[in-house]
């Protein structure tokens, strides 16, 4: 028999969401014990902008797809005495290099580009160009979209080009471009590398970089009051650009025209937009089958969150504790992990007169953003320290993955195996090595020896999932808990290839793999 394509589709989704069901939140009072830390929040960035001096600032907090709260203190321009108000237009600086990157996807997902092209083939001036290797591979667009393409950091020369003419960089193209390291072997920040990414959206679109960026993403994301243009922004909107001087005072720092380098550091927008932007990102996850309704696949905001070129681990004890956070570079995005979270997805902007952040918990739900009009300020620490503001409400809770169809029906039959061992139901659920790496009458005594040790069992508690195909349940005995642990072989249907048991500490110790399998972020003290 033949189905239509859409029958097909459909049958095949329906399928997937029956054997692979989405986490999802369980706590109903989640949303309300964030919000309950929304004033001490508050507190938190006013006291940062009061000891930073920044003339003002707007941040906001972002829970489950809409902006929870916006907030603001201070001044959009310290001559007329304006204060900064929620749609207060700030120049997000290097925050832009990840709407660069989703143009670049939008593209690729297209079938415009591949990001495995080499750049020569958007950039003719690369065939040309000598490398610091003679065995240095092409330069591929992949490279330039994670940082690992060997030019060297340019934070300082990059901001001052940020209205360079496309004469200016075809100019600079043709003199070639120096490496500071090996193409394709570490990360090193470059905002040259965002302004080669500028012209190969303009080429493979067909149309300006800025008005590919604006139609098909702020456009689609109803992002209506961001521009690249300061002179498309009311004046009485925009936030005056400031430099703190040695002395103390202020100094207004002239708007730096848009131009190539723009694709790397350009875009103005208000809090209500990087709001918007902010909950598109996280709406990616969990993977899952709805509808597509973002300008960006989600699977393709995803691959931007994955840490692509690694950049640093650090660890440190201070005041007696142990902290430790691993971080690297995205698709225009900052990817870290740290002893609280396993994926902190981020970016930074600075400019002259300005500096912004922003960050989210893809698999929280939560994410947060600030902009200030101070050169170069970065409201990165605030953010961090709400976090664990967050944290102590309780309602900072990841996403809990239900139990898939195959882990439950496993977990009935190993009940019954628990209480009683049956060989013919032990055979109805082992792929092929369970017997070889213990056989039945070695895995019977086992667990008659330790039904010894516990005493009476009185309830098998539900599976706790550490994904579609591994997890553990608990059994409740007279002496303590057991844990049972199990891994599901790759055949269809799956079958059970790994099966423990053990006596717990306690009812919330997680067994893990016994093969090394991650088992989340955590730090020893």
């Not at 340019?154 to 075809?170: C, K, P, V």
């Not at 605030?382 to 309602?395: E, F, M, S």
Request: contains cysteine; charged residues 20%.
């Amino acid at each position: 028999m033949r189905f239509a394509p859409a029958i097909l589709a459909l049958t095949t989704s329906l399928l997937a969401s029956d054997a692979y069901p989405p986490p999802r939140f369980t706590d109903p009072a989640r949303v309300s014990r964030l919000e309950s830390a929304i004033p001490q929040v508050d507190q938190l960035f006013r006291k940062y902008a009061t000891d930073r001096k920044i003339p003002g600032m707007v941040w906001g907090i972002v829970i489950d797809g809409k902006l929870a709260h916006v907030a603001t203190t201070g001044l959009r321009d310290r001559e007329t005495n304006s204060p900064v108000q929620p749609d207060t237009v700030f120049r997000i600086a290097s925050m832009t290099k990840s709407f660069t990157s989703l143009a670049i996807l939008k593209l690729r997902d297209e079938g415009k580009l591949s990001l495995e092209d080499p750049v020569s083939k958007w950039i003719p001036e690369f065939a040309r160009m000598e490398m610091p290797t003679r065995d240095t591979a092409p330069l591929r667009i992949r490279n330039i979209l994670s940082h690992s393409a060997g030019f060297p950091e340019d934070n300082h020369w990059g901001d001052q080009q940020l209205s360079a003419s496309d004469a200016d960089l075809t100019r600079w193209l043709r003199a070639g471009i120096p490496f500071s390291t090996p193409p394709g072997t570490r990360y090193e920040y470059s905002n040259y590398a965002f302004g080669l990414l500028g012209r190969i959206v303009t080429k493979a679109s067909g149309v300006p970089y800025e008005k590919y960026v604006q139609s098909e993403i702020l456009g689609r994301l109803q992002m209506n009051d961001s521009a690249f243009e300061f002179a498309d922004v009311p004046a009485s909107k925009r936030a005056v650009a400031y430099r703190l001087k040695p002395d103390g005072t202020y100094s207004v720092e002239a708007p730096l025209p848009h131009g190539v380098f723009g694709a790397m550091g350009g875009l103005l927008t208000t809090a209500a937009d990087l709001g918007k932007y902010v909950a598109f990102h996280l709406a990616a996850w969990p993977p899952r089958d709805d509808a597509e309704t973002g300008p960006v696949r989600r699977a393709s905001v995803r691959e931007m969150a994955h840490l692509w070129t690694p950049a640093n681990l650090t660890a440190r004890r201070t005041n007696g504790v142990l902290t430790a956070s691993e971080s690297g570079y995205g698709y225009g995005l900052r990817v870290s992990s740290d002893c609280r979270f396993e994926q902190v997805v981020a970016h930074g902007g600075g400019l002259p007169g300005f500096g912004s952040y922003m960050a989210w918990l893809p698999d929280y739900g939560v994410g947060m953003f600030a902009m200030a009009n101070l050169t170069y300020i970065g409201p990165a620490e605030p953010i961090n320290q709400a976090w664990d503001v967050l944290l102590k409400t309780g309602g900072l809770q990841k996403r809990e993955l239900p139990a898939s169809p195959a882990l439950a029906k496993a977990r009935d039959h190993i009940v019954n195996l628990w209480k009683a061992w049956n060989d013919a139901e032990a055979k109805s659920i082992a792929a092929m090595n369970f017997f070889l790496d213990a056989p039945a009458e070695q895995r019977k005594a086992e667990i008659e020896a330790l039904k010894a040790e516990v005493g009476e069992c009185t309830a098998f508690g539900p599976m706790l999932p550490e994904n579609w195909l591994r997890g553990q349940f608990n059994i409740s005995c007279a002496k303590g808990t057991v844990g049972a642990f199990f891994t599901m072989a790759p055949t269809q249907p799956p079958m059970v290839q790994h099966l423990s048991f053990r006596k717990l500490e306690s009812d919330t110790v997680r067994l893990g793999a016994p093969t090394g399998a991650p088992a989340g972020v955590s730090c020893t003290q």
